[in-house]
């Protein structure tokens, strides 16, 4: 499972704007270094013919630990489906047979 969605896409005359949202913290901190390097990502073949994104700015707009998800008194019931092709690994190695309610499960704990 990836470790982070993607969300709403904005823009404007020159710009792409995109939310990605996180499920573990740490990758905050990786996010910071690519923007530090220049924020740089080729999207195409490994042609010429490539485009070239460059982000110029990232904000964190909202963050809570699973901590304080858990205190929330609101509804905390999880809908999680498995869209194909889906596949899982664990230190580099391909888990088979996994379903919504073991993955919910494994996050909640962390």
């Known amino acids: 499972m990836k470790p982070y969605s993607l969300g709403e896409l904005s823009r404007s005359e020159s710009t792409f704007g995109v939310e990605v949202r996180f499920l573990d913290d740490r990758l905050v901190d990786t996010l910071d270094a690519w923007l530090s390097w220049g ?8 042609t010429d013919d490539d485009a070239v994104l460059v982000a110029v700015e990232g904000q964190v707009i909202a963050q809570e630990s699973w901590e304080e998800l858990a205190e929330r008194d ?3 019931t ?4 498995l869209v194909t092709p889906t596949t ?3 230190k580099g190695q391909h888990v088979p047979g996994l379903n919504p309610a073991t993955i919910a499960t494994s996050l909640q704990q962390r």
């Open 39 to 46: 924020g740089v990502m080729r999207l195409g073949a490994g």
């Open 78 to 81: 999880w809908e999680v489906r």
């Open 74 to 76: 609101g509804d905390t």
């Open 88 to 90: 899982f690994s664990s």
